[in-house]
């Protein structure tokens, strides 16, 4: 049995290194992504979470108001997309530490508000549908 115990030793060490290799691997590789898509947000200006509660800003506008008002009230959105058709809608997203307000306009009009409670998923798609 000697013979086979510093077998058993190696293999067990190349087993233990394995999965080490590949814990540090997938960690390794999250971390990165993250770290990318922190880079990618700020780059963007995705991402940037505003002064305030989400609940104040929401107080602050109402359906029906222009989007001067809008941006009077309560300034910039974190992020901004819009799409030309027929009509011109747009969406606002608002990160605010206590939540996301999503605001759709219509014909540059404040058609809808939703709000969303809890720390925002900040940069997610649809996130607040």
């Known amino acids: 049995m000697p013979d086979k115990e510093p077998v058993r030793r190696r293999l067990v060490a190349v087993l233990a290194a394995a999965v080490l290799f590949l814990g540090a691997g997938a960690f390794g590789l999250r971390w990165w992504e993250s770290r990318v ?5 700020g780059l963007a200006n995705i991402g940037k979470v505003l002064p305030g509660s989400v609940t104040d800003a929401r107080r602050k506008v109402d359906p029906g108001r222009t989007e001067r008002q809008v941006l009077d009230a309560i300034g910039q959105p974190s992020v ?5 058709g027929a ?6 997203i608002y990160y605010y530490a206590d939540g996301t307000l999503t605001l759709s306009l219509t014909e540059g009009y404040l058609a809808r508000a939703d709000l969303e409670y809890g720390p925002p998923r900040l940069g997610t798609p649809g996130h607040a549908e």
């Open 37 to 41: 898509d922190r880079q990618s947000e």
């Open 80 to 84: 901004r997309s819009e799409s030309r």
């Open 87 to 92: 009509n011109l809608h747009a969406q606002w």
